[in-house]
């Protein structure tokens, strides 16, 4: 009963946190979104999840729009792990509690992932993400 209510609970907040950030997206993000015609509450709710849709076309063609974009994915579809080193330690930095520690999960991230395949930039942009969000949870 109590893992119930438990369950019950963060899927409220899940869903009060998803309304108050539904639909803010930057202005890259919205050129993507503009450019492939896709749903704004599709691509908010696979940028939510907890891993992002690693076999979804469309949204790794959003995802890589993004990521080109933002310097995260070089001119030649090549993933740039320095942007993402930073990305990584910048995001879970207020997490892990210090700058050093962040850095070190960071690197060792990048590390850990940075052989992950994928067909396309976008597809292995996420397969990499979701590999770090993997090693974060252990």
Known sequence: MKT???????ISLWCIQAKD???VFSEIEKSCIKKFNLDE????YNMKQL????????FSQFMACVWKK???I??????????FQQYISDTFGSVVASKKTAD?????SVNSCKNIKGDTPGQKGIKFMNCVTRLFQN
């Open 41 to 44: 509450f599709t691509v908010d």
């Open 74 to 83: 070089d001119g030649k579809d090549n993933l740039d792990f320095p942007v």
């Open 51 to 58: 891993y992002m849709p690693e076999d979804n076309i469309l």
């Open 70 to 72: 933002d310097g995260f």
């Open 21 to 23: 950030n539904a639909g």
């Open 104 to 108: 070190a999960f960071a690197r060792d």
């Open 4 to 10: 119930f209510i438990a369950f019950v609970c963060l």
